[in-house]
């Protein structure tokens, strides 16, 4: 079955750190670019950034470059995305997707997401 | 790089037409014709509607077509119902380092 499986809820306080997990099943996982995007309450969607197995390449938004990082572990199918420094502002569902294919510029396939809750 | 502005809210009647807007920049809605459409049903994941401004994938139905003029992509849905009641988002690419920007999300209520 093609999905990507996220991992679960996550509740962190101020200043720590999380690290989220996305693992891709049912097709060749470096084809594919994996991307990030998150969802904060009363907010839009927010691109975070990608990984490009294949390629070895990855590359995040401006708003996160000093805090998020991004890896993947090609024989589990695992792209995971570290954030740092969290405050409540991060308080949202943290979604990974799949490119359609390079270059495409659109995401055909969706993780359910996880919910990340910063509170002191 | 600014969200790209959607109508909060948009309603109809079973079988009528209505139509989501997306404005942005030159910047990015634009730019060029990278423009997607994603749907959210409650607690389920998105999904891919409309691809390239206005391209379907394959199973979407054809009462969702896309377009665009300018600044401004827009979502026609047709023939309205009950299960396109949902929330909408587009995206465009930017081609920086920002690479990608949302809409502000529109729902979308069945009368």
């Known amino acids: 079955q093609v999905q990507l499986v996220q991992s679960g809820p996550e509740v962190k306080k101020p200043g720590a750190s999380v690290k989220f997990s996305c693992k891709a099943s049912?097709?060749?996982?470096?084809?594919?670019?994996t991307h990030w995007v998150r969802h904060a309450p009363g907010q839009g969607l927010e691109w975070m950034g990608f990984?490009?197995?294949?390629?070895?390449?990855?590359g995040s938004a401006d708003d996160f470059q000093d805090r998020v990082t991004l890896t993947w572990d090609t024989p589990t199918r695992t792209v995971y995305m570290q954030v740092t420094s969290l405050t409540p502002e991060d308080t949202a569902v943290y979604y990974c997707?799949?490119?359609?294919?390079?270059?495409?510029?659109?995401?055909?396939?969706w993780g359910r997401g996880t919910l990340l809750t910063v509170s002191s | 790089q600014s969200a790209l502005t959607q109508p909060a809210s948009v309603s109809g009647s079973p079988g009528q037409s209505i139509t989501i807007s997306c404005t942005g920049s030159?910047?990015?809605?634009?730019?060029?014709?990278?423009v997607s459409w994603y749907q959210q049903h409650p607690g389920e994941a998105l999904k891919l509607i409309v691809f390239?401004?206005?391209s379907r994938p394959s199973g979407v139905s054809n009462r969702f077509s896309g377009s665009k003029s300018g600044n401004t992509a827009s979502l026609t849905i047709s023939g309205l119902q009950a299960e396109d009641e949902a929330d909408y988002y587009c995206k465009a690419f930017t081609g920086i380092t920002t690479a990608y920007v949302f809409g502000t999300g529109t729902r979308v209520s069945v009368l």
């Open positions: 990984v490009n197995p294949r390629g070895g390449t990855k």
């Open positions: 030159s910047s990015d809605v634009g730019a060029n014709y990278h």
């Open positions: 390239d401004v206005n």
């Open positions: 049912g097709y060749t996982f470096t084809t594919y670019y």
């Open positions: 997707a799949r490119e359609g294919m390079p270059g495409d510029k659109y995401f055909d396939l």
